[in-house]
């Protein structure tokens, strides 16, 4: 079975800014939901290469190779199919919808020879909610066809009219298996293509010119949106790439930005650490926030502290405190779990979920990285309005009453709640940025209270959280286990990046959690979690990891240590969330954690090369400054 999945870092991502498709190296659309990121799937070969459906196009010879890039500063994806036959190219994007959310999207799906001749076969193969639900096909002929079922209908239209070579046609259109089959010959300079659509829309003939002009636009959308950059460090290609890749995993609609665009990527080949993270997280605020305004990308965390404001006021959550730890796009919060037991998974890895049953799970760290984020946003204009700080003091009010409170933790472990340090010292960052912006713009607020109880949270940390044997900060009270969340503790301001106490847990990660430039989030096998099998190291806390270093004054071993993750992205500069033993990429694909925290180490650490280590304040101010 193994040989029908394509790895899973063999994929580029195209989209619209509401959903996403993922494209392997062989020309194969194996994963791909509509309307939204977080709804059923039409195409997941890559959780069920019988099942789950596909849409493939590929050269009908023996021997041919292939190569994928994007179109310079753009999310346009170009599969380059090389034989001695010819030379043809798969072009692949989505035009972007920039206003209200919507059932109509589009999926472009250009083919041309650029050198000799190449006869190309295209199987599209739809598998509505995820294999779940039949279709029915309704041919139209010389325009394409429609699938539809009762909740969704899927256009294929023909681009341009049939290629014709002397009196011949060069192609031919059959039904096949419950799906199309297209095969054409092009020669030398020839282009045909397809554009899937989405809401109902009847089959109609495309022009070929109309293609090119989507084309065209799709093309200037991303380049105009990657020329507002300020970022004119080191690196500038790789950072350019992770921008563009979360901009293509954020929802415009709402600003919201989920965690990846896929589910049940496994985090071990054939084990059950299979979760859906099609989802935003509300921990990844700050890291997002942090990350657009040092590119200069005001309006993006603009739009997505706003949405985070909502989510504050709606105070959806019950066992999680007044927030939900993760919400869907659209800022509502069903996100009940359920199990595909009709899918294979990928490679075997069962089970399939869909949904998150951690949802409501009480991870107090959310309310750190959301004061961080709102704090940041107010250093940059983004000042709170009267309703909004009424909400915000009523939730920091909550943690002065719950910060000592056992909880699940920021890996969201099922195997029971725990004093978890990160939550601890996250539940501080709130208090603190709480303080800070009272205190800066006047706002009512019972500061007494809050400074009494970040100072105790403060105190606790270092009586409880700190190991003396270990000479170590330990994932919980009464543990001996580390744990790389800890990492963000000199980021977040908590302890000095100098501090003995800091170095020397930071010896203690090199020495067990470090693998030369990957790190592990924690030893399962010490602190059991509730989950058979074992994960990879993680790429957001090896980049964390960079930046620690960095701030800490080990500014040589933070920039070879970059400079090596970097060689574990894919062919065209993507992270999952994992990497494996032998570099392999595992889980969800690709992950936004994964570059948000390599884009703030880009950053961070380019300044610091540049003036000194442990500086990083004035990177905010220059990315700002520059954008004006």
């Known amino acids: 079975m193994a040989q029908d999945y394509p790895n899973i870092a063999d994929h580029g991502l195209i989209g619209d800014l509401q959903t996403a498709a993922l494209v392997d190296v062989n020309g194969t659309i194996d994963w791909f939901c509509l309307p939204r990121f977080d709804s059923p799937s039409v195409f997941a070969s890559l959780l069920d290469a019988e099942k789950g459906g596909r849409f493939s196009v590929r050269p009908l010879v023996d021997d041919y190779v292939t190569r994928q890039l994007y179109l310079p500063d753009t999310a346009i994806l170009i599969t380059r199919f090389m034989s001695e036959a010819g030379v043809g190219e798969l072009i692949d994007f989505m035009p972007v919808i920039e206003g209200?959310?919507?059932?109509?999207?589009?999926?472009?799906?250009?083919?041309?020879?650029?050198?000799?001749e190449m006869t190309f076969q295209a199987d599209i193969q739809p598998r509505f909610d995820y294999g779940r639900t039949p279709h029915e096909i309704h041919p139209v002929p010389e325009s394409g066809v429609m699938f539809t079922t009762p909740d969704l209908s899927l256009t294929l239209h023909r681009v341009g009219p049939p290629v014709i070579h002397g009196s011949q046609r060069a192609g031919r259109?059959?039904?096949?298996?419950?799906?199309?089959?297209?095969?054409?010959?092009?020669?030398a300079g020839e282009l045909t293509g397809v554009m899937l659509e989405s809401g109902g829309v009847p089959p109609t003939q495309v022009s070929e010119e109309e293609m090119i002009e989507l084309f065209h636009t799709t093309r200037r959308f991303w380049r105009d949106w990657n020329n507002r950059?300020?970022?004119?460090?080191?690196?500038?290609?790789?950072?350019?790439?992770?921008?563009?890749?979360?901009?293509?995993m954020t929802y415009a609609p709402t600003g919201a930005l989920v965690a990846a665009p896929t589910a049940g990527l496994p985090e071990q080949v054939g084990g059950e650490r299979n979760w859906d993270y099609r989802y935003t997280w509300i921990r990844d605020a700050s890291f997002s926030v942090y990350a657009l305004l040092g590119l200069g990308y005001t309006e993006e965390a603009e739009a997505f502290v706003k949405w985070l404001m909502d989510r504050i006021r709606e105070s959806a959550g019950t066992g999680s405190g007044p927030l939900k730890i993760m919400y869907r796009v659209d800022g509502s919060s069903d996100l009940e779990e359920e199990t595909l037991h009709h899918l294979a998974g990928y490679r075997g890895s069962t089970p399939v979920r869909i949904g998150n049953g951690a949802a409501d799970q009480l991870q107090l760290d959310i309310y750190g990285e959301t004061m961080d984020s709102i704090h940041l946003a107010d250093t940059h204009g983004l000042q709170l309005p009267h309703a909004g700080w009424v909400q915000i003091a009523e939730m920091l009010d909550w943690v002065c009453d719950n910060w000592n409170t056992p909880e699940e933790g920021i890996w969201e472990t099922r195997g029971g709640r725990q004093k978890f340090t990160y939550g601890r010292f996250m539940c501080w960052v709130a208090l603190d940025r709480g303080i800070r912006l009272a205190q800066l713009r006047g706002r009512p607020a019972d500061l007494d209270r809050w400074i009494r109880e970040r100072n105790a949270i403060?105190?606790?940390?270092?009586?409880?959280?700190?190991?003396?044997?270990?000479?170590?900060?330990?994932?919980?009270?009464?543990?001996?286990?580390?744990?790389?969340?800890?990492?963000?503790?000199?980021?977040?301001?908590?302890?000095?990046?100098?501090?003995?106490?800091?170095?020397?847990?930071?010896?203690?990660?090199?020495?067990?959690?470090?693998?030369?430039?990957?790190?592990y989030r924690y030893n399962p096998a010490a602190a059991p979690d509730g989950l058979r099998g074992s994960e990879g190291t993680f790429t957001l806390c090896s980049f964390w990891y960079v930046d620690a270093l960095a701030r800490s004054g080990r500014l040589d071993e933070a920039q070879l240590i970059f400079e090596k993750m970097l060689t574990y992205a894919n062919h065209l500069g993507l992270f999952a969330e994992e990497i494996g033993l032998t570099g392999e990429q595992l889980g969800n694909f690709p992950q936004a954690f994964s570059h948000l925290a390599l884009i703030n180490a880009a950053v961070n650490l380019d300044y610091q090369l540049d003036h000194g280590s442990g500086v990083v304040d004035p990177v905010l101010t220059i990315g700002r400054r520059r954008g004006r």
Do not use: C
């Open 100 to 116: 209200e959310a919507t059932d109509r999207h589009r999926l472009v799906r250009m083919v041309r020879v650029v050198r000799g």
């Open 173 to 187: 259109i059959e039904l096949v298996d419950g799906g199309i089959r297209i095969t054409g010959t092009l020669k």
């Open 229 to 248: 950059s300020t970022y004119r460090g080191r690196w500038r290609e790789v950072v350019a790439r992770s921008a563009m890749t979360l901009k293509l």
């Open 458 to 519: 403060y105190a606790e940390i270092m009586a409880s959280g700190w190991h003396e044997k270990r000479g170590a900060f330990v994932q919980h009270e009464g543990s001996d286990v580390l744990d790389a969340s800890l990492l963000v503790m000199p980021l977040m301001g908590f302890v000095a990046p100098n501090d003995p106490m800091w170095l020397s847990t930071l010896d203690a990660m090199d020495d067990e959690l470090v693998s030369d430039s990957l790190v």
